[in-house]
């Protein structure tokens, strides 16, 4: 499948995915209060911190892989089975530990029920891997698109009849069950439980790396939520993850949808020996002339999106959202670094600089925990410029690049996000800042932003006006077939 087909059919999957959780957690934030979601933050928490040894991006081996053998794939479905119910038990056994240390009996009731997802997803690895190999984006995107539905029907369903945080765990569980009826369903195929460690030198060595980049990644986030419901509490720690949900809505919709397709392409090109230059340059302009004006939109309308969508309780999060945002915004000028490592064969290097990059990040977080909210909001910010310097020059060396040419990309997209944020920049400054600002008006604000974000894009000239063209076709075409 091209990438373009592709983007389609995981843009119209994530299009549907965002309607049901941004809606799901609209319906949660006037069931729930900031107490009860931080209960259930903090477990997933700790899971997180267990978690860490099951990150190791096994997914993205069997992606990566140029050949892949019958021992291959049984190696790598036994080691992920081996470390889901590593995970399982070890979730299990520190549930009680973790409701003790933060006096809370709900955390370990939590903790219990999301013990089974790391069990459950065992029995999927193996056809949602290779449908992503073999780039069947059309069957994930369905599959995406009905776990999310069942897990947030599940949820909503379970909350209104006063399951508190449990609905929140149940509906994870149910979701995640679907996924594995509908993966084992469409790649039938590639379903096997056969079990083998003739290739776990192999599958551990990369496995390992992996750990030292993504799980430390997970562990140092989840760490930091650790920190934060001790030192603040769990209604601060509730407010931060309403924060931080929103600002993943936006990155995990449009960046890690465009991540796993342009992961695949990247892995295709250096199979075929053909340098990542031209398409890392394309990536890293279509992707910043979205995002920056996106999270920079996020950053200035927080307080009364907050306001208006979840009610007067969150307005805490405004603040940490705004910082957030900010901090995406620099993170986003190096995009796809994981993707970019992995392909070529540099995840020992990124091993090393995420180590480096995790500990920084916590021990700063801890220290804006002092502050408060914004303190810590604050520090992420530090971390995304910490993750710039570390990562800028081998991104550049990778991928054939020069800072030069970076530059006038940057330029056109910073341009693109004055001329997108303008008109609610000076709705906020007349309103002085106030999260009571008029819901009419700030989609008035939204909208005309959109069509001077538009009309610059044609008058730039800029390939993300080419490719939302040629999307649009692919879409037109998804519509034909169908």
């Known amino acids: 499948m091209s990438v373009r087909r592709g983007l389609a059919w ?110 459950l997803g065992a029995f999927e690895f193996l056809p949602s891997t290779n449908l992503e190999r073999r780039g069947r984006f059309e069957l994930i995107s369905l599959v995406s698109l009905m776990r999310a539905l069942s897990a947030t029907a599940v949820t909503v369903g379970l909350a209104f009849c006063g399951f508190s945080f449990m609905s929140i765990a149940y509906g994870n569980v149910a979701g995640a069950v679907v996924s594995i009826v509908l993966f084992n369903t469409l790649g039938r195929q590639h379903v096997s439980f056969r079990l083998s460690l003739s290739e776990w030198r192999r599958v ?28 603040l509490g769990l209604s601060a720690l509730g407010l931060y993850a309403r924060a931080s949900s929103l600002n993943s809505l936006l990155w995990d919709n449009i960046h890690l949808v465009i991540g796993r397709v342009v992961f695949v392409d990247f892995a295709d090109l250096r199979r075929k020996g053909v340098s990542l230059h031209d398409s890392y340059l394309r990536t890293v302009d279509v992707v910043t002339a979205v995002l920056w004006p996106a999270f920079a939109g996020f950053a200035i309308l927080s307080g009364p999106l907050i306001e208006t969508v ?34 070529c064969g540099e995840t020992g290097r990124q091993a090393r600089f995420e180590v480096f990059r995790a500990g920084a990040g916590l021990a700063l977080f801890s220290i804006g925990c ?58 906020m400054v007349l309103r002085g800042w106030s999260e009571h600002t008029p819901l009419l008006s700030v989609l008035t604000a939204i909208g005309a932003g959109i069509a001077g974000w538009l009309l610059a894009l044609r008058w730039l ?22």
């Open 461 to 482: 000239r800029h390939p993300l006006q080419s490719e939302l063209t040629r999307l649009a076709g692919s879409f037109r075409t998804l519509r034909q077939a169908s």
């Open 204 to 231: 551990t060595k990369f496995g390992l790396q992996m750990v030292a980049i993504s799980g430390v990644n997970a562990l140092g986030g989840r760490a930091a939520e650790l920190v934060m419901g001790r030192l």
């Open 370 to 427: 002092t502050v408060g909210l914004v303190g810590a909001a604050t520090a992420r910010i530090g971390e995304a410029i910490l993750s710039l310097f570390l990562y800028r020059p081998h991104l550049e060396r990778l991928t054939e690049t020069r800072l030069r040419e970076f530059l006038p990309i940057y330029a056109r997209s910073a341009a693109l996000t004055l001329i997108a944020v303008a008109p609610a920049t000076a709705l």
């Open 10 to 119: 995981m843009s119209l999957s994530q299009g549907g995915f965002f309607v049901i959780q941004f809606g799901g957690s609209v319906i949660l934030a006037r069931l729930l209060t900031p107490y009860e979601l931080g209960v259930y933050a903090v477990a997933a928490a700790v899971i997180g911190v267990i978690g860490a040894v099951q990150a190791f991006g096994l997914a993205g081996f069997v992606v990566r892989e140029h050949e892949l053998s019958p021992d291959l794939l049984a190696s790598t479905f036994t080691i992920n089975a081996c470390l889901a119910a590593m995970l399982a038990a070890a979730i299990v056994g520190l549930s009680s530990v973790s409701s003790s240390f933060l006096r809370e009996t709900g955390v370990r009731n939590v903790m219990m029920v999301l013990a089974t997802l790391p069990l």
């Open 310 to 343: 979840y009610g007067d309780k969150w307005v805490g999060a405004a603040q940490p959202l705004s910082l957030l945002s900010v901090a995406a915004i620099v993170l986003v000028s190096i995009t796809m670094t994981w993707e970019v490592f992995v392909v």
